[in-house]
């Protein structure tokens, strides 16, 4: 399967998921809110040139709030965690290591340390944003907080089990034309 074909789909199926289970998951806690959809972001190659990093944010970003019915909402946390990950990614890696290793982020291709540190830093930076966004209507700094220890937490969690449950084969990338 092409590297496009296989981000289509992930493209649908991560907005599907958040849109249609875990936005309808009844709330554990006032603080606890799944996300996992950001993460069609962090499993993007590492070849993907910075703006059309930032083009593909913004329509993913986009189409996730249209489907949750918060047009917007969605669409700053994924722009600032799109234009973070190249500079997180190059100071996680070495540059020959992204120039010759694997495809795209993954266990596999960058390791335990680096992985857990890229996507711990990178789910922070989201669930801050978004929970910044909706705590600006709120007001409550203990909620802001909270609900940002609480989804990061969750979030974590869910990442690290779809990692595990659908390990990706990563293709190796070579020099050869």
């Given at each position: 399967?092409?590297?496009?074909l296989k981000n289509?789909?992930?493209?649908?199926?991560?907005?599907?998921?958040?849109?249609?289970?875990?936005?309808?998951?009844?709330?554990?806690?006032?603080?606890?809110?799944?996300?996992?959809?950001?993460?069609?972001?962090?499993?993007?190659?590492?070849?993907?040139?910075?703006?059309?990093?930032?083009?593909?944010?913004?329509?993913?970003?986009l189409s996730m709030?249209?489907?949750?019915?918060?047009?917007?909402?969605?669409?700053?946390?994924?722009?600032?965690?799109?234009?973070?990950?190249?500079?997180?990614?190059?100071?996680?890696?070495?540059?020959?290591?992204?120039?010759?290793?694997?495809?795209?982020?993954?266990?596999?291709?960058?390791?335990?340390?680096?992985?857990?540190?890229?996507?711990?830093?990178?789910?922070?930076?989201?669930?801050?944003?978004?929970?910044?966004?909706?705590?600006?209507?709120?007001?409550?700094?203990?909620?802001?907080?909270?609900?940002?220890?609480g989804s990061t937490?969750?979030?974590?969690?869910?990442?690290?089990?779809?990692?595990?449950?659908?390990?990706?084969?990563?293709?190796?990338?070579?020099?050869?034309?």
């Amino acid at each position: 399967m092409s590297s496009l074909l296989k981000n289509i789909i992930r493209f649908a199926l991560f907005i599907l998921v958040q849109a249609f289970v875990l936005n309808k998951i009844p709330a554990l806690h006032q603080f606890i809110k799944p996300y996992l959809y950001f993460l069609y972001i962090l499993w993007l190659p590492f070849s993907i040139p910075r703006s059309f990093l930032l083009i593909v944010a913004f329509i993913f970003g986009l189409s996730m709030g249209y489907f949750t019915g918060n047009p917007g909402l969605y669409l700053i946390p994924c722009l600032v965690i799109a234009f973070l990950r190249p500079f997180l990614i190059n100071i996680l890696l070495p540059q020959e290591t992204t120039e010759v290793s694997y495809a795209e982020p993954s266990l596999k291709s960058m390791g335990w340390a680096p992985y857990s540190v890229y996507v711990i830093i990178l789910t922070f930076v989201h669930h801050a944003v978004i929970v910044f966004i909706e705590w600006m209507s709120v007001g409550n700094f203990l909620f802001f907080v909270g609900k940002v220890a609480g989804s990061t937490a969750i979030s974590l969690l869910l990442i690290f089990i779809t990692e595990m449950l659908f390990s990706r084969k990563a293709k190796f990338r070579t020099n050869a034309a």
